[in-house]
């Protein structure tokens, strides 16, 4: 992996002239972020089912997408989050980097709604027995489960998904033409994964092993 920074036409590495092109952030743009869960931002992160979270490793940098029943996380306390770590495809990159570098960024988002929710904070992972029972699903126990200490958390306006009609455009289904997980898999691999049989089986796959 490439360390050396990329170089487009018009490159900007001033912070003075990055600031220039932008202005200063409005009063409210400074003024929501918390050094903790208010109820409002309690009662977000509650109603989440869905969030994205950013870690960072001697490899580089990764972004997971992370769901469940419900809602996403269990709050601890105002300052902690519990994170069950479900069932997936045994890669752990996320966890790889949690092990050497402490720090997340975290992006919450509810269904309809077009704001979203960002945390930045610092996890450990943990294997407790308690916690991994208190965030069982269905029988079956999370690997281990992440505690998030919360340093800010904010909200993020809804422009991005007004401009991108995003619930709009998902609630037509999936588009015509876009890769199957076989054909992504099949393509990457040079065939020797992924195709047909996988695309066949993989919503059963799914089932049996979603938590």
Known sequence: MSSLRPNPPGL?????LLESLYGS?????????SPHLTRAYRAWVEASPFFALGTVGPGGLDVSPRGDAGRAVTVLDERTLLIPDRRGNNRIDSLR?????PRVAVLFMIPGVNECLRINGRAAISVDPDLCQRLAMEGQQPRSVLWLEI????FQCARALIRSDFWALGARGRPPGIPTAGQMTAEASDGREGGAAYDAALPERQRRTLW
């Open 12 to 16: 900007v590495t001033d912070i003075a």
């Open 25 to 33: 952030p409005a009063a409210p743009s400074l003024a929501k972020v």
């Open 97 to 101: 980097n949690i092990l050497t570098d």
């Open 151 to 154: 340093d800010e958390v904010y």
